[in-house]
């Protein structure tokens, strides 16, 4: 069952706007990464276990460095994405014991993972963000990802119900860093007072209390 940690209710006024975050909170992987990279690699002509694959992303992303590029935009962004994420992906294969990834391969696992197809909402998600659209309240997506996000949320028909979307990437920091939170607040025109932030991470937590946010932290199974 999916819990939410907040704070004491006496600290909570109601919000104006919602700051969300994506993976974890609104959307997941339908397969697990081990899966899909296990299927692309072979392909390749390249052998891999798809549950050492998931032991190896484990162990490997929460080490990488921040996904965040300042001053970059553009063609410039997107090769410092996929760059990023070729790295990322080439110490996953190390690490899970298989054959070293190719470039082709790793710059087809980053087009792969653009698809919505691998992509679902949870359960407990839509509802609630069609409510909080039709009473009025601002929704903004803040995330420690890359430019595929938006076309991930539209493919998902989720694009409607907000009103921006703030990627690490492009926001030159990540969180635990209050900034991709406050470029979203500066988008929705509003306060750090009046918005709250929704996500399932310590990260998100440290971000908005840099940003003077209130968060609820969604914990799922």
Request: glycine share 8%.
């Amino acid at each position: 069952m999916t819990r939410v940690v907040i704070p004491s209710p006496l600290a909570l006024a109601k919000p104006r706007g919602l700051l969300l975050d994506a993976m974890g909170t609104l959307i997941g992987l339908r397969r697990s990464v081990g899966n899909t990279y296990a299927e692309l690699a072979a392909d390749h002509g390249i052998a891999a276990e798809a549950e050492a694959i998931d032991r190896a992303f484990a162990a490997v992303y929460p080490q990488a460095p921040p996904l965040a590029f300042p001053g970059l935009a553009g063609e410039a962004l997107l090769e410092a994405e996929r760059r990023w994420w070729g790295e990322r992906i080439a110490e996953v294969f190390s690490a899970s014991g298989a054959c070293s990834s190719t470039p082709n391969l790793e710059r087809e696992l980053f087009d792969r993972f653009a698809d919505a197809g691998l992509w679902q909402i949870y359960p407990d998600v839509i509802e609630p963000l069609r409510r909080w659209h039709e009473a009025g309240l601002r929704l903004a997506v803040v995330s420690n990802f890359d430019q595929r996000l938006g076309a991930i949320l539209a493919g998902l028909e989720l694009d409607g119900l907000l009103e921006t979307v703030i990627v690490s990437s492009a926001a030159g920091a990540a969180k635990p860093s209050p900034i991709p939170l406050q470029l979203a607040i500066e988008a929705i025109g509003l306060q750090p007072s009046e918005v709250w932030h929704v996500g399932d991470s310590p990260e998100d937590e440290q971000a908005a209390m840099a940003a003077g946010v209130i968060c609820l932290r969604i914990l799922r199974p």
